[in-house]
């Protein structure tokens, strides 16, 4: 069974060779809080465009119900979404810093399995549901458009989905996937130098 390491013990303990501590729990500290406030920045903006979705199915009168399915589906998709990062903002709130080693590294590694999940499952659903909506939502508005017009419409559409999932997504997950290894590879050496 592993031995619990408090950071702050060891720290003072000038007689033995670590890593320096303080750095990695600064930028693990640093990691945590930049990745928080992003967090509830995106779910500021999720329930911003939620709140746009929802005003415009209360005061536009739509003839198709297609038009409020598109609506349903866009909804599910940002709520579902919403939760996904509401739950990633939990696990980095319950980040203890004064937490033992394998406390912290398990916690962050916690994280790193809900950002994973986020960027496959989560974020395949989102694109689908919203997709999908925006498709069903556009139909009774192309109704009245031109085949030049309804060709515009859905295509700039569905380039603006091809851009987001192919170019931008990998983007972010590269990038989030780069921040938490690094924080967690930290840690791991710090565990290991610890073990020896």
């Not at 390491?5 to 003072?12: A, D, M, T, V």
């Not at 406030?37 to 929802?54: N, Q, R």
């Not at 198709?64 to 739950?87: A, C, H, N, P, R």
């Amino acid at each position: 069974m592993p031995t619990n390491y408090n950071f702050q013990e060891i720290w003072n303990q000038k007689n033995i060779e670590v890593p320096d501590i303080k750095e990695i729990k600064a930028k693990a500290e640093k990691y945590r809080k930049r990745q928080l406030l992003k967090d509830i920045g995106l779910i500021a903006l999720l329930l911003f465009i939620t709140i746009i979705v929802i005003t415009i199915w209360i005061f536009v009168k739509f003839t198709f119900f297609t038009t409020k399915w598109g609506i349903v589906f866009m909804l599910i998709g940002l709520v579902s979404y919403t939760y996904l990062v509401y739950q990633n903002v939990t696990i980095l709130k319950k980040v203890n810093t004064s937490a033992s080693n394998q406390e912290y590294l398990l916690t962050m590694k916690k994280t790193e399995q809900q950002q994973i999940y986020m960027q496959t499952r989560g974020l395949s659903f989102y694109y689908l549901s919203l997709s999908l909506g925006f498709a069903i939502y556009f139909y009774e508005l192309t109704l009245k458009m031109s085949w030049l017009g309804v060709a515009a419409v859905y295509g700039l559409t569905f380039l603006w989905c091809a851009i987001s999932w192919f170019i931008i997504r990998p983007r972010q997950i590269r990038k989030q996937k780069e921040k938490i290894s690094l924080v967690i590879n930290s840690l791991e050496k710090l565990e290991e130098s610890l073990d020896e």
